[in-house]
């Protein structure tokens, strides 16, 4: 049962995380499976990110890219992350955007 519990807890923490705001940093705690460290905790780190909306006309799209990636780099080089999540409105209107997105993507 504290399985389930867990994973519930670390779903529900994703969630409230993911719907704070665009770029955000958060932390989640979970109980390792190790017997041997009952009272241990590990810390996920994760960022989110959304509504890049490459290519939108009359946008500095790019250069949004560009500091997201950066951005992300320079969390991970110091506090780290364990992943990053992209999550919706990558483009805008157009699918020929994603391999230049890519490009910015491959870079993290």
């Not at 399985?3 to 109980?31: C, P």
């Not at 990053?84 to 209107?93: L, P, R, V």
């Not at 994603?98 to 491959?106: A, C, G, K």
Request: net charge negative.
């Amino acid at each position: 049962m504290g399985d389930k519990s867990d994973r519930r807890r670390f779903i529900k923490k994703s969630a409230m995380i993911s719907l704070a705001g665009t770029s955000s940093i958060g932390s989640v705690l979970s109980k390792p499976n190790d017997p041997k460290k009952e009272n241990a905790i590990d810390i996920i780190r994760f960022a989110v990110a959304s509504d890049g909306h490459y290519g939108q006309p009359n946008t500095a799209y790019k250069m949004y890219h560009r500091n997201v990636v950066d951005w992300l780099n320079e969390e991970f080089d110091n506090q780290g992350l364990d992943f990053c999540i992209f999550n919706g409105d990558i483009i805008h209107d157009n699918p020929e955007f994603l391999p230049e997105v890519q490009e910015y993507f491959s870079k993290l």
